[in-house]
């Protein structure tokens, strides 16, 4: 005999591997959202599942988390917005979840100082073109060339690869053992909440439950 538990589809969640996914659980879990299988760090499984509020959670590079979210693979993504920036998905940023805070900035040696502020032609190291790009030609008004990098971005200005680089920054340990600084600040970051744009229209009780929950906790 069906029940009305059994009607409800699952809402899917898609959460950016290591902390932030840790993060994103203790933050459920005071809610009353759990989901024992992931604490099983043995565990192969690719799908997590909790049968009693017809959820589901996976997680993905953190970088796939808006394109699982944007062509509804997944209901709902946690990532940080770093991310939601590069990547220009089509989907709705609905909530800060209040951890993972540091900065996107353009760091380099202090001799580069002037040349921001002269809007010199220069070389610009980053994990990140398509922010670097916006806030170069679209803020700063400044002609730069970009050089895409995937390991540590740092070594751009250090080896003469670059002027500078645009990068996040936590605790600018790693810029300073490394002689160089933050020059100016692009903008805050912070894991952030997304939701698929036809989910929120046919889940919007469901999710809309959900984020008022979790406005009470972050």
């Not at 997944?74 to 209040?98: C, F, Q």
């Not at 933050?182 to 939701?195: G, K, Q, T």
Request: include cysteine.
């Amino acid at each position: 005999m069906n029940n009305t538990t059994n009607s409800i589809r699952y809402l899917i969640f898609a959460l950016g591997k290591g902390r932030l996914a840790s993060k994103t659980l203790e933050l459920f879990e005071k809610i009353g959202i759990t989901c024992e299988e992931m604490k099983d760090k043995d565990s192969r499984k690719l799908i997590f599942v909790n049968e009693d509020l017809k959820l589901k959670f996976f997680l993905a590079k953190g970088s796939d988390v808006p394109t699982y979210v944007e062509y509804g693979a997944a209901d709902i993504g946690v990532v940080g917005s770093d991310t939601i920036m590069e990547e220009n998905r089509k989907v709705y940023e609905v909530l800060d979840l209040g951890f993972g805070r540091c900065r996107m900035c353009v760091c380099g040696p202090a001799s580069a100082r002037v040349l921001l502020q002269h809007h010199e032609m220069i070389r610009v190291a980053s994990k990140y073109p398509k922010i670097a790009k916006d806030y170069f030609y679209n803020q700063k008004h400044q002609t730069v060339d970009i050089i895409k990098l995937n390991g540590s971005v740092e070594l751009g200005p250090i080896v003469d690869l670059s002027d500078v680089i645009v990068d996040i920054v936590e605790t600018g340990s790693t810029l300073r053992e490394n002689g160089l600084e933050v020059l100016e600040e692009i903008c805050p970051l912070s894991a952030r909440m997304i939701v698929n744009q036809v989910s929120l229209k046919m889940e919007a009780d469901r999710i809309k439950k959900l984020l008022e929950a979790l406005k009470e906790v972050v």
